[in-house]
């Protein structure tokens, strides 16, 4: 198939495009920055998810559309309203729009387990209202969709936005973690390799119109996260609890509410929290000394 990826230089989009294009699909990625992780089979469109122009020239002759762009921190949305209804809502549309006059198959949306609940802040309300455009377009204009809903994702590509890596960089450069909510906070960590591998599950026609959640299978709270990664780096960790009631973020649960209920799917092979962990700290820890090379297992300088 002919599918184009919307956001597809970016932390999951990227691995989604790999996963994808190793399927053999023909896979055109448009973003506001050419993507570091381009393969050679894979068509690069440079351009704003804003501009109807470019957003018409990428859906036409695609058979589905992915839509991973847009601000997806939530610290960041909190801080950038305007920007966040603009990039995420208008955005949305905009390619909505575009699928319906170019008929595509299918229009396949990252969306957000923080739908369910009242936390997640301006983030949270962008992607609520993304879905229920998405949901409208099927029902006046036929348009089929698959909604993904994900978890908390880490992993490899990711930056300091997302949660592990900064946990892992705070844990190696200084010892301190700082973190806004309380140590009792539950996540179901998922890898990014996992995610796109069960993203890339949804291509079936059993998943049209319908919304998946895609997260971990070990529940963790923060609190044991964090003397995970002291006792893999062998240190005691200082941890900064802010308890910050407007960080946006859920404590136990993101569920208060329920919109359309989303089916789980998780692939039959995971990475481990604790392996994925260590492959973090060992990107980390060589993103901080550039001067060390991986050789049998071990990091050896490569310096004279």
């Known amino acids: 198939m002919k599918i184009t990826v919307f956001g597809g230089s970016g932390f999951l989009g990227s691995h989604i495009c790999d996963k994808l294009s190793r399927a053999g699909h023909a896979v055109t990625v448009v973003d506001l920055h050419p ?7 894979q068509t690069m469109l440079t351009g704003d998810i804003l501009d109807e122009k470019t957003v018409d020239m990428a859906v036409q002759g695609a058979d589905m559309v992915f839509n991973y762009a847009g601000i997806a921190d939530i610290g960041e ?12 809502v208008v955005g949305n549309v905009m390619l909505l729009e575009a699928c319906r006059r170019a008929a595509v198959r299918r229009y396949v949306f990252a969306s957000s387990l923080y739908v369910y609940g009242a936390s997640g802040g301006f983030y949270r309300c962008s992607k609520q209202a993304c879905e229920l455009y998405i949901e409208n377009y099927q029902a006046m204009h036929g348009l089929r969709y698959t909604i993904l809903r994900y978890g908390s994702l880490y992993g490899p590509r990711s930056d300091r936005r997302n949660a592990i890596n900064r946990f892992v960089h705070e844990a190696l450069s200084s010892g301190t973690i700082t973190y806004y909510g309380a140590p009792s906070a539950l996540r179901e960590y998922v890898h990014v390799d996992d995610a796109s591998t069960a993203t890339l ?16 299978n070990q529940p963790m709270r923060v609190g044991d996260l964090f003397t995970m990664i002291g006792e893999m780096l062998g240190k005691e960790l200082r941890v900064n609890y802010q308890h910050d009631p407007n960080s946006g973020h859920y404590q136990i649960t993101p569920y208060a509410f329920m919109p359309r209920v989303g089916r789980k799917l998780v692939p039959p092979l995971t990475v481990d929290l604790g392996q994925g962990i260590l492959r973090v700290m ?18 050896v300088s490569t310096d004279d």
């Open 35 to 41: 993507s570091p992780w381009l393969r050679p089979d």
């Open 77 to 88: 949305a909190n801080n950038r309203p305007v920007d966040t209804a603009r990039i995420n």
């Open 201 to 216: 599950s949804v291509l079936a026609p059993e998943f049209e119109n319908e919304n998946i959640i895609i997260s971990g």
């Open 282 to 299: 060992e990107e980390e820890h060589r993103s901080m000394h550039s001067g060390l090379a991986s050789e049998g297992g071990y990091l």
